[in-house]
């Protein structure tokens, strides 16, 4: 099993950053793929972002390519998201997710263990 800890989320200006952080327990952390999620108010869960195991290979949903970045450190049991150009569309709480697989899956049903959650607002 793992656990999953979010942080980094904040209140920030359409045109600013933010760098999400999740910490993963375990000393298997690097056989789990991780993906990104969010969730806005009324809204499903949605994919934003995946890393295979080694961190070779990375997903993004359209809507964050070019604005996002997915990396992990698995000596440091984390993977971080750099979020730029943040737009009030990108307003939702973002989860962490992993699962072991070779693929990284794009539906939430893919994941056994998530994190809380962070929140992320972006103002216009």
């Known amino acids: 099993q793992v656990q999953l800890v979010e942080s980094g989320g904040g209140l920030v200006q359409a045109g600013g950053s933010l760098r999400l952080s999740c910490a993963a327990s375990g000393r298997t952390f690097s056989t789990y793929v991780i993906g990104w999620f969010r969730q806005a108010p009324g809204k499903d869960r949605e994919f934003v972002t995946g890393?295979?195991?080694?961190?070779?290979?990375?997903y993004y949903a359209d809507s964050v390519k070019g604005r996002f970045t997915v990396s992990r450190d698995n000596a440091k049991n984390t993977v971080f998201l750099q979020m730029n150009s943040l737009k009030p569309e990108d307003t939702a709480v973002y989860y962490c997710?992993?699962?072991?697989?070779?693929?990284?899956?794009?539906?939430?049903?893919?994941?056994?263990?998530w994190g809380q959650g962070t929140q992320v607002t972006v103002s216009s």
């Open positions: 997710a992993a699962q072991i697989r070779f693929t990284v899956p794009t539906a939430p049903n893919g994941y056994d263990y």
């Open positions: 890393i295979t195991r080694n961190g070779g290979t990375t």
